[in-house]
């Protein structure tokens, strides 16, 4: 499967802001979709993972709360909602297709988007 992330961009402490990861193919209803983030100097770390059909979730301690991950099977399309942005919430933002059961490392995942980047200002 091939991912497209869009939505990115400048936005003040405390906003909010949604990404998408548009998906070809037609077996986008297959995968565990999740997201990803990798700030200057860091490691890409885990922010959220969504099952195949979109009834289970699993989210990092640090955005639990404030970002919601969600799909539209009809649209092959996963988003990611981030409420309440923080500056340490700056990074590049990646989308991932994994054919394991919510997985949370990036190791389970076989398919990457390019990545969006988010800018979060104080």
């Known amino acids: 499967v091939q991912l497209q992330a869009s939505g990115g961009g400048l936005v003040q402490a405390g906003g909010s802001l949604r990404i998408s990861c548009a998906a070809s193919g037609r077996t986008f209803g297959v995968y565990c979709m999740g997201w990803f983030r990798q700030a200057p100097g860091k490691e890409r770390e885990f922010v959220a993972v969504?099952?195949?059909?979109?009834?289970?979730?699993l989210y990092a301690d640090s955005v639990k709360g404030r970002f919601t991950i969600s799909r539209d099977n009809a649209k092959n399309t996963v988003y990611l909602q981030m409420n309440s942005l923080k500056p340490e919430d700056t990074a590049a933002y990646y989308c991932?297709?994994?054919?394991?059961?919510?997985?949370?490392?990036?190791?389970?995942?076989?398919?990457w988007g390019q990545g969006t980047l988010v800018t979060v200002s104080s």
């Open positions: 991932a297709a994994a054919l394991t059961w919510l997985p949370v490392r990036p190791t389970d995942f076989g398919s």
């Open positions: 969504i099952s195949y059909s979109g009834g289970n979730t």
